[in-house]
């Protein structure tokens, strides 16, 4: 065919517009995957960012429950009668296992088997307190439990009472100490393994620091630090 002829053109015309039509579409699907991708990382890391929002929260509630409450009567042989009930209103927020499914494609599911295992024994130990709070409640009011001396100065009391209803209530007060301390011991663990987790994951992204001081302050123990935007 002559370079020249009208056909050659034409012919030139249209394998131009194919390769144009080709190019085109695949450089919209290739930004479109982008776009996508982008997405995706971005709702990934604010659902481990949020979880470890959620995290410290929790932490913060066990912190607060030992150091400010349980402590206090810790080594005490009769820990079960001077420790007065707890009423607390713990935060509402959980961890959204679905959202964070991911970390176990991303070699963290040990993290996210720990995210799990936490927050459930955080769920425990809260548990644990309202039921220790319900059983004394009833102890106080049972008519058989009898007040037999009050020091006004120092608040003790003496009871009478049957044997076997008190060491009910001295099992409900070990089990809320076992309950928090192992609570508490898997959070301060958790909370910078998931930051670090974040780090890896997200080098460039913001996350909690992890600040507590040796469990003696349960609020503001924690900050952000900041980093460049994304």
Known sequence: MNPSSPEFTHVIALISAAAGGFFGSGSAFLLEWLRRRKEDSEKRYQAIFTTQYTLITQHNTLLMIKTQYLDQHRNDPQRASRL?????????????I????????????????NIHISESSYL??????NLRNQRLYEFQIDPSVELQELNMETGRSTIKA?????RLIQA???????SVDDAESKF???????????KKLYPKRKAFQY????GEQAVAGYRRQSAPPA
């Open 172 to 178: 409900f007060t070990n089990a809320l100490y076992e």
């Open 84 to 96: 007065v009930p707890l009423v607390i209103h713990p935060s509402e927020l959980r961890v959204n």
């Open 188 to 198: 301060a663990k958790l909370i910078p393994e998931v930051r670090n987790t974040i």
């Open 124 to 129: 425990n130990a809260i548990a644990s307190l």
């Open 162 to 166: 049957d044997p076997r209803k008190f």
């Open 98 to 113: 679905g959202e964070i499914a991911f970390l176990a494609n991303e070699g963290c599911a040990e993290t996210l088997n």
């Open 211 to 214: 600040l507590h001081n040796n």
